[in-house]
């Protein structure tokens, strides 16, 4: 298990988007290992897990990646390239994750019947929540991915900016999944570049919007 050695509060504060990466690097696999599985125990509603991870560390494929990211030069810099997608029929882990809490013993199976029904219910119902659950989930994934990276040495960018319709067609996944984001991971040959952040006054609110403290 590798060692985590820096605190939450000052990983937060010391991550940034770094674009300049160490060219052919590889990351360790059980340090990629350790932050992808420190991705997935993000939190997520229902504890579907809304989130499938295609880690891409061949170069060919990051050439090819290249153009789909808007030639976005840190995609073939990095040592690896994680697609991060949203699942948006997640209601279809509902069985899966149930029934491995009632077998751990998290969960009655009555309460395992109530749940499973309730959320297929809802999917059912909600026009809005397969796309909504699809991006808030994996997003927050996404944060826990890029600071569990941080704390282990790992630089991280998010990239918003590439073609949807070309990634699903490079990376094969099936039309229940829709990317979320890219994150390219790796080791940083110059620092990011130094970015502002709103002064807490104007980002934070008591009780009502605009009450002062
Ligand atoms: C959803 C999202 C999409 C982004 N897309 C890109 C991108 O396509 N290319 C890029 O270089 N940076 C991208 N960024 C990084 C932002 O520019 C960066 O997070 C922001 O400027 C704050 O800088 P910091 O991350 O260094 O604190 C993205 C960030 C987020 C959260």
């Known amino acids: ?58 170069e060919e494929r990051k050439q090819r990646l290249l153009p789909i990211a808007y030639n976005q030069e840190q995609i073939v810099d990095c040592s ?16 899966k994750v149930c029934d491995a809490a009632v077998q751990a013993g998290y969960m009655t199976p009555q309460a395992r019947d109530k749940l ?13 929540i397969d796309a909504k659950d699809g991006v808030i989930n994996p997003s927050l ?11 282990l040495g ?12 070309e990634l699903r067609r490079e990376l094969q996944f099936p039309d229940r999944y829709k990317p979320v984001m890219l994150i390219t991971l790796g080791y940083a040959e110059k620092t990011a570049h130094q ?12 009780e009502v919007f605009g009450g002062k403290a």
């Open 141 to 151: 994934a996404a944060m826990q991915l890029m600071l569990a990276a941080a704390s």
């Open 116 to 128: 499973v029904h309730q959320i297929h219910h809802t999917y059912a119902t909600d026009d809005s």
């Open 154 to 165: 790992i630089s991280s960018c998010p990239i918003g900016g590439f073609n949807h319709e």
């Open 1 to 58: 298990m590798p060692e985590i050695h820096h605190s939450i509060a000052s990983v937060m504060r010391e991550r940034s988007s770094v674009r300049k990466y160490k060219k052919g690097l590889r990351i360790p696999e059980h340090i990629l290992e350790e932050i992808m599985s420190l991705a997935g125990a993000a939190p997520s509603g229902w504890n579907l897990q809304h989130w499938k991870f295609i880690v891409i560390q061949e």
């Open 80 to 95: 690896a390239v994680v697609a991060v997608l949203g699942d948006w029929e997640a209601n279809n882990n509902a069985e």
């Open 195 to 206: 970015t502002i952040r709103f002064p807490i006054e104007d980002i934070v609110d008591y």
